[in-house]
């Protein structure tokens, strides 16, 4: 999943001399089958633009030393670009009023730097908030020359960030993280760009205690619903310290709630908490399949050469929590390995159908009562005619949601697929009788009635040309 941009800011940038600079990769894979992070310079000299990619090193591995990231390093590419500034540093007004200026210990001295993004502590009165520019007005001019950059070195990024040649601690967040080289009481501001990261690439949301009603909406881990067993992370409930905390003791706060009392969202000492991790890699699957490559693709084969030897790259977590089933005509075939060869006698006369089915049974994610899972697949099409193999492959990714879970009465299937084929459905009792079969297009929500159904633990089996792709449990209250 790669982020554009788009002709519209291109266009805005002919007024900005396009600059190219020297774009060095820190962690690196395949660029189309990765997210790519890409990582600014700022308030680095020219002189100083090695030990830039030093902190940039170092930044790469704070993140990859922390949980899911450690466990789904392979997903990501890291470049850093080499931006000259003028003068070392960011600038510091010495204008905060939260806290004063007078209570900073250290003092720090007042300067103003020449930077090429215009770094600035004291943003909006606070000295600890270092953005690109004392306000929005004079941010605008430096966005867009964050833009131009990427536009000009690398424009298939999907999240960048900027690091700030600075002692002083301190950073912000928004559509670039941006964070000094500074540390205080035992925490490195590398934390601060790992927490941004969580809003402006996996959509997650502040858990402090005193956060402004202003930002409250529904999100991965920030509700209004107090069920139990309706709230979105009941799948983790009571279980790791996840609960349902509310952000105040004043009536709007009082009907909001977070889902756990330590996490980095709430404060940056702590780690993401189970139900921040489950969204990161959540969203990590929506941008990022786990198929690498895979062979062979679409060819034809002599007889001679039985038997056809079939072969899955994958881009492995680690552990490697990848599940892989093989099926040849809809039968069981192989599990959990990445080679496979079929024999002239396991074919059929006529086409025959070579399929493997791929998902991540990771224990971060709790897939039971959870409303989104996803599915990939591999498809060969094998047809052993008139003295020869003629083999086609197609890729497929599924993203499927069934909820809500436990439900009384409605459940909606929705499938978002690569594929046009129509998804079969079977809800299938624990003695394993077929209750309901449905059908499920792509991009459009089912609806099912099952309040005909007993209260129960049901299982429903998804299916694509009638192979066995996925199973999940569905509750009925």
């Not at 552990?319 to 040849?328: A, E, F």
């Amino acid at each position: 999943m790669k982020y554009l941009l788009s002709i519209v800011f291109l266009i805005s940038f002919q007024s900005i001399s396009a600059q190219v600079f020297e774009v060095v990769p820190i962690e690196t894979f395949d660029d189309d089958k990765r997210i790519n992070l890409v990582i600014l310079s700022e308030g680095y000299q020219e002189s100083e633009l090695d030990k830039f990619i030093i902190d940039a090193t170092d930044f790469t591995n704070d993140l990859f030393s922390q949980s899911p990231f450690s466990e789904y390093s392979n997903y990501f590419n890291v470049y850093a670009i080499k931006i000259p500034s003028n003068e070392s540093g960011a600038d510091h007004p010495g204008t905060s009023i939260y806290p004063q200026e007078s209570s900073i210990t250290p003092q720090v001295p007042i300067k103003t730097v020449d930077t090429y993004f215009n770094a600035t502590f004291d943003a909006w009165g606070y000295h600890r908030y270092l953005y690109y520019g004392i306000d929005y007005a004079d941010s605008a001019s430096a966005e867009a020359k964050i833009n131009s950059v990427l536009a000009s070195n690398f424009p298939t990024y999907d999240q960048a960030l900027i690091l700030v040649n600075s002692t002083e601690y301190g950073g912000t967040g928004g559509e670039f993280p941006i964070a000094s080289r500074g540390s205080i009481n035992g925490i490195n501001a590398n934390e601060i760009s790992i927490h941004e990261l969580g809003h402006s690439l996996f959509n997650l949301k502040d858990e402090y205690v005193s956060l402004n009603t202003v930002y409250f909406n529904e999100a991965i881990n920030m509700t209004q619903e107090s069920d139990p067993s309706l709230i979105k992370w009941k799948n983790w409930l009571n279980t790791n310290g996840v609960g349902l905390y509310p952000y105040h003791n004043t009536l709007d706060g009082n009907t909001w709630y977070r889902p756990h009392k330590f996490c980095k969202m709430n404060n940056l000492s702590y780690p993401f908490c189970p139900v921040c991790k489950e969204g990161i890699i959540e969203k990590i699957h929506e941008l990022v399949s786990p198929i690498d490559t895979f062979t062979p693709t679409s060819n034809t084969l002599d007889n001679s050469t039985f038997p056809i030897n079939f072969h899955l790259e994958l881009i492995e977590p680690n552990p490697n929590t990848l599940k892989r089933n093989w099926t040849l005509n809809t039968l069981d075939f192989a599990t959990d390995v990445d080679d496979v060869s079929v024999l002239e006698t396991d074919l059929n006369s006529g086409v025959n159908t070579l399929t493997v089915v791929i998902n991540d049974e990771t224990s971060l994610i709790r897939v039971d009562n959870h409303d989104t899972f996803h599915v990939y697949t591999v498809t060969w099409t094998i047809d052993n005619t008139l003295g020869f193999e003629d083999i086609n492959s197609k890729i497929n990714n599924y993203n499927i949601s069934m909820f809500p879970n436990p439900s009384n009465n409605i459940v909606n299937f929705k499938l978002e697929s690569s594929s046009d084929a129509i998804m079969k459905v079977d809800i299938i009792s624990l003695d394993g009788k077929i209750i309901k079969t449905i059908s499920i297009s792509n991009y459009q929500t089912h609806q099912v009635d099952i309040s005909n159904l007993s209260q129960g633990i049901y299982l429903t089996n998804f299916y694509t040309n009638n192979t066995f792709i996925a199973s999940k449990k569905l509750v009925k209250k």
